[in-house]
């Protein structure tokens, strides 16, 4: 998945994109807005990490754009202020998040990870067709092989369910450990047993591996 950092503080952003890849991201970065908001149009993202004050176009400027442009991405700013009047101007514009300067990576993996998420996680479709005759419904989470419904566990449902709202794109470990396991301390092997157990049920290649990358579904 991709993220497009805008951040004008050095140390914060090398810090950012350094942490943000280490979790699995592919990370743009920049340091005036006028940058960031050109990569906008020109590329697709899948969450915005925007810094408020910064050179040439502001942050709250981008969010207006964006929103005005219809580009259906999430945005979190990142933001040192902390006068109750900028937060509110903010969410008015159509932001999901903030997070304020200074902030643990924790904190910031959280966010991330969350915001993803649960703004990715859905759709206007009824049935979604996958692959060899693979298919998945949102009014009841099934997952179905030529009609029929396959058992999963509420753990593996959940996975399912993260993988096929996002399908094409490789979801990062940690993403899925904060949305499957609600955030609570589980390992990597945790999450191959559960990508085991549904193989198991369905087929070896209705969700693909990249070693250090994460897991996905085809489109």
């Given at each position: ?27 743009d970065d920049f340091e005036n807005g006028q940058n ?61 998040d903030y997070i304020r300067k200074p902030f643990s ?97 369905t087929d070896k290649t209705l969700i693909l591996t ?10």
């Open positions: 998945m991709k993220i497009l950092l805008l951040e004008d503080d050095y140390t914060y952003k090398e810090s950012i994109k350094e942490f943000l890849e280490e979790m699995g991201y592919e990370v960031a908001l050109d990569a906008i149009y020109e590329k697709s993202y899948d969450l915005l990490l925007l810094d408020i004050r910064v050179p040439e176009i502001d942050g709250y400027e981008i969010l207006k754009t964006v929103r005005k442009a219809k580009i259906d991405v999430p945005i979190i700013f990142i933001t040192s202020l902390t006068d109750i009047n900028n937060l509110s101007l903010g969410y008015e514009l159509g932001c999901n990576l924790k904190e910031l993996k959280y966010r991330v990870s969350q915001t993803i998420s649960s703004y990715h996680l859905h759709t206007t479709l009824e049935s979604i067709s996958l692959q060899d005759g693979y298919s998945y419904t949102i009014a009841n989470s099934a997952l179905s092989y030529h009609g029929d419904d396959i058992m999963l566990s509420s753990y593996e449902k959940k996975l399912i369910f993260l993988l096929v709202k996002n399908r094409g794109n490789f979801i990062s470990v940690e993403t899925i450990k904060d949305y499957v396991w609600d955030g609570r301390e589980v390992g990597d092997t945790d999450i191959r047993m559960a990508i085991k157990k549904i193989r198991d049920k990249a070693k250090g990358i994460g897991y996905k579904i085809e489109k």
